[in-house]
């Protein structure tokens, strides 16, 4: 009998299966910003992609500059499409669909209008998304793309409209998290102009279709972000005598948590238990978690690392006794979807402690692949990172259940084949 492990581990490394199919198709991805090291998702599907032999061109609709850019995304960052907000070739572009397609490039302008309107970030945005679009739909035309791919359903998934319109080259986009939770203007709209729609989570499944209609249920395919299972092996044993080792990955903002995270520190602490936690990420929250650290005496266990490459964070993550995402639903309703900061570190046979919120729990199977706790509640969290730092068996249990999870449902070879087939039309 293979067991998903075997049937993961002994394709050859590098040398994933191709479709014939999918050596034809020449997908444009629309990003908001690209490269960005808190999407490394987005970066890893379409190195994935390639790798199966689909033609992959990048459009992203901010160049984001970077201080850490993984390797892998050079690359792309080299023949990306950049484009300044406006210039003499975008205004050719938007010149040639008003004269060649007046009726749909006149229509485009008055459902984005009529779409956004309630919502000044989307009208705003939108308005401003259409001009650069347009030239994105001359290029795509010119470069011979068969098939648009929009990441996030806000403002790539307009642009992705747009060029649809204009063209008519089917795009798809994937839902992840704020982009359904916080507005869905348009959201109707773009669900029912898509060849189809991805949804990383059951849970946000359910929520795309209850705002689309129930008619598009077939449309909406659930295919995780997945994670490279090769790459994220279980580690070697942690050395014994070290201080039990607590990592968190992620961008520094309220829905992960961190503050959560840092009380329940303080709770160990006070305990006497003998830990260190690092902190690995950068943003907005960073100055509220670093007063947080110096007023709770916690400069000795908490370490604030920064964004860091994808190597550095594996380094990491050998070291891990646990791996803590708290992870809440703000007052603005903005929360995680599925973090791939647990998929990493359960392929690593990492144990987790998260929440129980959005699609987590479709990961973190509470007492199977890891502990849930209530968000926002540093005392439960404190016990359950105090209960897996008594008790290294049944981390090693959870550890060894997540990578078996993520091996069946979240390797991403498996997830990027699914996607490439949804885009040539033969998914099963």
Same mark, same amino acid.
């Given at each position: 009998?293979?067991?998903?492990?075997?049937?993961?581990?002994?394709?050859?490394?590098?040398?994933?299966?191709?479709?014939?199919?999918?050596?034809?198709?020449?997908?444009?991805?629309?990003?908001?910003?690209?490269?960005?090291?808190?999407?490394?998702?987005?970066?890893?599907?379409?190195?994935?992609?390639?790798?199966?032999?689909?033609?992959?061109?990048?459009?992203?609709?901010?160049?984001?500059?970077?201080?850490?850019?993984?390797?892998?995304?050079?690359?792309?960052?080299?023949?990306?499409?950049?484009?300044?907000?406006?210039?003499?070739?975008?205004?050719?572009?938007?010149?040639?669909?008003?004269?060649?397609?007046?009726?749909?490039?006149?229509?485009?302008?008055?459902?984005?209008?009529?779409?956004?309107?309630?919502?000044?970030?989307?009208?705003?945005?939108?308005?401003?998304?259409?001009?650069?679009?347009?030239?994105?739909?001359?290029?795509?035309?010119?470069?011979?793309?068969?098939?648009?791919?929009?990441?996030?359903?806000?403002?790539?998934?307009?642009?992705?409209?747009?060029?649809?319109?204009?063209?008519?080259?089917?795009?798809?986009?994937?839902?992840?998290?704020?982009?359904?939770?916080?507005?869905?203007?348009?959201?109707?709209?773009?669900?029912? #102009?898509?060849?189809?729609?991805? !949804?990383? /989570?059951?849970?946000?499944? $359910?929520?795309?279709?209850?705002? %689309?209609? +129930? *008619?598009?249920?077939?449309?909406?395919?659930?295919?995780?972000?997945?994670?490279?299972?090769?790459?994220?092996?279980?580690?070697?044993?942690?050395?014994?005598?070290?201080?039990?080792?607590?990592?968190?990955?992620?961008?520094?903002?309220?829905?992960?948590?961190?503050?959560?995270?840092?009380?329940?520190?303080?709770?160990?602490?006070?305990?006497?238990?003998?830990?260190?936690?690092?902190?690995?990420?950068?943003?907005?929250?960073?100055?509220?978690?670093?007063?947080?650290?110096?007023?709770?005496?916690? #400069?000795?266990?908490?370490?604030? !690392?920064? /964004?860091?490459?994808?190597? $550095?964070?594996?380094?990491?993550? %050998?070291? +891990? *006794?646990?791996?803590?995402?708290?992870?809440?639903?703000?007052?603005?309703?903005?929360?995680?979807?599925?973090?791939?900061?647990?998929?990493?570190?359960?392929?690593?046979?990492?144990?987790?402690?998260?929440?129980?919120?959005?699609?987590?729990?479709?990961?973190?199977?509470?007492?199977?692949?890891?502990?849930?706790?209530?968000?926002?509640?540093?005392?439960?969290?404190?016990?359950?990172?105090?209960?897996?730092?008594?008790?290294?068996?049944?981390?090693?249990?959870?550890?060894?259940?997540?990578?078996?999870?993520?091996?069946?449902?979240?390797?991403?070879?498996?997830?990027?084949?699914?996607?490439?087939?949804?885009?040539?039309?033969?998914?099963?």
């Amino acid at each position: 009998m293979v067991t998903a492990e075997q049937s993961v581990e002994q394709r050859p490394l590098g040398q994933p299966a191709r479709s014939r199919a999918a050596t034809s198709l020449k997908v444009a991805y629309i990003m908001s910003r690209f490269p960005k090291i808190s999407e490394t998702f987005v970066l890893y599907e379409m190195l994935a992609l390639q790798q199966q032999g689909v033609n992959v061109e990048v459009f992203p609709l901010i160049n984001e500059r970077a201080k850490v850019v993984h390797a892998e995304a050079k690359p792309f960052v080299e023949r990306a499409h950049y484009l300044p907000v406006l210039s003499l070739p975008i205004v050719r572009a938007n010149l040639h669909f008003l004269r060649t397609r007046p009726a749909a490039y006149l229509r485009v302008w008055l459902e984005v209008l009529r779409g956004t309107f309630g919502s000044l970030n989307y009208t705003v945005g939108g308005l401003g998304i259409i001009p650069k679009a347009a030239k994105f739909a001359y290029d795509m035309q010119r470069l011979g793309v068969t098939h648009i791919h929009a990441h996030f359903a806000n403002h790539p998934t307009v642009a992705a409209l747009v060029v649809h319109r204009l063209t008519g080259i089917p795009f798809s986009f994937t839902a992840h998290a704020h982009d359904i939770y916080v507005d869905q203007h348009m959201l109707r709209e773009k669900v029912r #102009a898509a060849k189809f729609v991805v !949804a990383i /989570s059951e849970y946000n499944k $359910e929520l795309i279709v209850r705002h %689309a209609g +129930a *008619d598009t249920r077939a449309k909406v395919q659930v295919v995780h972000c997945g994670v490279d299972t090769r790459l994220f092996q279980p580690r070697q044993s942690v050395a014994s005598g070290a201080p039990f080792t607590i990592v968190c990955v992620g961008s520094l903002e309220e829905k992960k948590g961190q503050t959560y995270l840092l009380a329940a520190c303080q709770i160990l602490k006070q305990r006497g238990l003998r830990f260190v936690c690092h902190l690995i990420g950068d943003g907005q929250t960073r100055p509220a978690l670093e007063a947080q650290i110096s007023r709770d005496g916690l #400069a000795d266990v908490v370490r604030l !690392a920064g /964004s860091r490459p994808r190597d $550095e964070v594996l380094s990491m993550l %050998a070291q +891990a *006794d646990v791996v803590a995402l708290p992870s809440i639903r703000t007052a603005s309703g903005k929360m995680e979807g599925i973090p791939v900061a647990l998929m990493e570190p359960l392929a690593c046979e990492v144990p987790v402690v998260s929440t129980r919120t959005s699609g987590i729990p479709e990961l973190v199977e509470e007492g199977v692949t890891g502990l849930l706790v209530p968000p926002q509640d540093p005392l439960a969290l404190a016990d359950a990172l105090q209960r897996l730092a008594n008790d290294p068996e049944l981390g090693r249990r959870l550890g060894r259940a997540g990578r078996e999870k993520v091996l069946r449902e979240f390797d991403l070879t498996d997830t990027t084949a699914r996607l490439a087939q949804l885009m040539i039309g033969d998914a099963r």
